[in-house]
């Protein structure tokens, strides 16, 4: 794992006006500053292991904060912007698999909650769980700063969109695939109903057979997050097991909806190198399996507000599809439990109209095509679109 010093930073500038990141009350739009973002973890893992996908933003303007919230998008935000219930999902476990150990899991997420109007989630009340990859409570992995930021995304995001769900944080030994699909699988095992892998690293020969045994389960909603390198293909997204969950920049708009979303630039996606397609997609661009599925905020110039204090200061404003996929199997949970068998990233195709189809926007060069560049329909940055209530899942 990296420290710290060992992270890439990066600069994003944006000089068209956008929205600027609010509170718990939709934001007014003004023209960002230039911002900048680190990896929260190392950028380039070795064959066999994976990174997570989170950004962090560093800028003094996503660790301002507005009247009384902190910056970045809030649960109110989030439903608002995708049409979603407030109610639902009660009692329903959404796993996180994430690499080593966050001290202040527990405690991050109470002020979390706390701080926009969420009910408590805690060990004690019976809501949260934190286990080994093994499924016990102890002894825990190394604690490490960078997959901490990560825990502490996932597991608020799942506080956003679903505060009634129980939160099941399962902590592989180390990013090793082997590792984090053992981890995935005492998730499923531990009665989850979705399951939220927001990290990701190079397809290799042979995860079609040996790694995705870890990501097959018929009745459980797996999600991936598809990567934050633009165009490229990250594993586990590529896998024909999981919803690869691409990324969108979220912007308030006088519409109906109230809102805007364009392909982010750093969303992963593409065609696999190995991966068989799925009968449920049907684009004629990729002989083999698609990314993305489906999408939902991840550019940091929009992120979302987030409380970690392992070795931070407590809320800053993250991005990266490590926000998008906790969101998306947030969304199923509060669609209730996928039924026996099925096959929950297939949904989506059959009820297209319950999506917000993304339509502009790119993530690099493929020609102009689908796979890099966002269209009406099908297009691999975005998938099939983002959450327009929950019909899609």
């Given at each position: 794992m990296t420290s710290k010093a060992l992270r890439i930073l990066a600069a994003v500038t944006l000089w068209?006006?956008?929205?600027?990141?609010?509170g718990a009350t939709a934001a007014q739009a003004q023209p960002l500053p230039t911002i900048t973002t680190t990896h929260a973890c190392n950028t380039t893992p070795a064959p066999g292991f994976a990174a997570c996908n989170a950004l962090v933003r560093t800028d003094s303007g996503a660790r301002s904060f507005a009247p009384a919230a902190p910056a970045g998008l809030s649960p109110a935000n989030l439903h608002a912007a995708y049409k979603l219930p407030t109610a639902g999902g009660a009692g329903l476990t959404v796993a996180i698999?994430?690499?080593?150990?966050?001290?202040?899991?527990?405690?991050?997420?109470?002020t979390y909650r706390s701080t926009f109007g969420l009910p408590a989630c805690t060990t004690a009340n019976g809501c949260f769980r934190k286990l080994n990859q093994n499924g016990?409570?102890?002894p825990l992995p190394a604690s490490d700063t960078g997959w901490a930021e990560e825990i502490s995304l996932d597991v608020d995001m799942v506080s956003a969109i679903c505060?009634?769900?129980?939160?099941?944080?399962?902590?592989?030994?180390?990013?090793s695939f082997n590792n984090l699909g053992t981890a995935v699988n005492t998730a499923a095992r531990l009665g989850a109903v979705a399951i939220s892998n927001s990290y990701g690293g190079g397809e290799f020969n042979g995860e079609q057979t040996s790694g995705d045994a870890f990501f097959n389960h018929p009745g459980i909603a797996v999600t991936a997050s598809s990567g934050d390198s633009g165009f490229g293909v990250e594993y586990p997204a590529a896998s024909r097991?999981?919803?690869?969950?691409?990324g969108t920049s979220l912007r308030t708009a006088s519409t109906a909806r109230g809102w805007s979303e364009t392909a982010w630039s750093?969303?992963?996606?593409?065609?696999?190198r190995f991966e068989a397609k799925p009968t449920w997609q049907h684009d004629t661009g990729c002989a083999r399996r698609t990314?993305?599925?489906?999408?939902?905020?991840?550019?940091?110039?929009?992120g979302v507000a987030v409380n970690d204090t392992f070795n931070e200061s407590g809320f800053l404003v993250f991005g990266g599809t490590s926000v998008s996929s906790p969101i998306i199997a947030s969304v199923y949970a509060l669609a209730g439990r996928p039924a026996a068998g099925s096959t929950p990233a297939s949904l989506a195709y059959s009820h297209t109209g319950s999506l917000f189809d993304v339509t502009s926007g790119s993530n690099g060069s493929c020609g102009g095509t689908y796979l890099c560049t966002a269209k009406a329909g099908y297009d691999g940055p975005t998938g099939l679109g983002t959450p327009?209530?929950?019909g899609a899942f």
């Open positions: 068209a006006g956008v929205t600027a990141l609010g698999v994430d690499a080593m150990d966050d001290p202040n899991a527990e405690k991050d997420l109470g016990a409570a102890s505060p009634q769900c129980h939160i099941l944080l399962v902590e592989a030994s180390s990013a097991f999981v919803t690869a969950v691409g750093g969303a992963g996606s593409g065609c696999s990314v993305a599925d489906v999408s939902a905020v991840a550019d940091p110039a929009t327009n209530g929950l």
